[in-house]
């Protein structure tokens, strides 16, 4: 789906949503940051392409003393702007991507793939 994508130009936009009901502290040194945040974050660079140049994170603890829900907002030397929203105190699991280049959008997750194009005349 990337590499459809980017048939139509540089990915301006993506998403990494990562969902999960795992209720309770993780206080080892694995911790959920350091696990599936991780994996976001590199999907997203890999999607985006380029260098980091700028971060913004969000962090919070929903019930647990350690941080179980996480945005990220990572804008990157392509153009690209990336983000990853993550909850481990959902009601289910989700994983999903979503890729946004000129005139076409993918829809990527755990149930069902789409590639939507609009025709673009400039």
């Not at 969902?19 to 997203?44: C, M, N, Q, S």
């Not at 392409?49 to 907002?73: M, S």
Request: hydrophobic share 40%; aromatic share 8%; proline share 3%.
């Amino acid at each position: 789906m990337r590499e459809a994508c980017l048939q139509h130009g540089p990915i301006e936009h993506a998403i990494v949503r990562f969902y999960k009901h795992e209720f309770g502290p993780k206080l080892t040194a694995w911790d959920r940051v350091l696990d599936d945040a991780t994996h976001a974050i590199d999907t997203l660079r890999w999607l985006c392409g380029g260098d980091l140049i700028d971060l913004q994170v969000t962090a919070a603890r929903h019930g647990v003393p350690d941080i179980n829900f996480l945005t990220t907002t990572l804008a990157f030397d392509t153009g690209a702007t990336g983000q990853a929203h993550l909850n481990w105190c959902s009601g289910r699991r989700v994983f999903g991507i979503e890729l946004h280049a000129r005139g076409v959008a993918a829809e990527i997750d755990t149930e069902a793939t789409t590639l939507t194009q609009e025709k673009y005349d400039p």
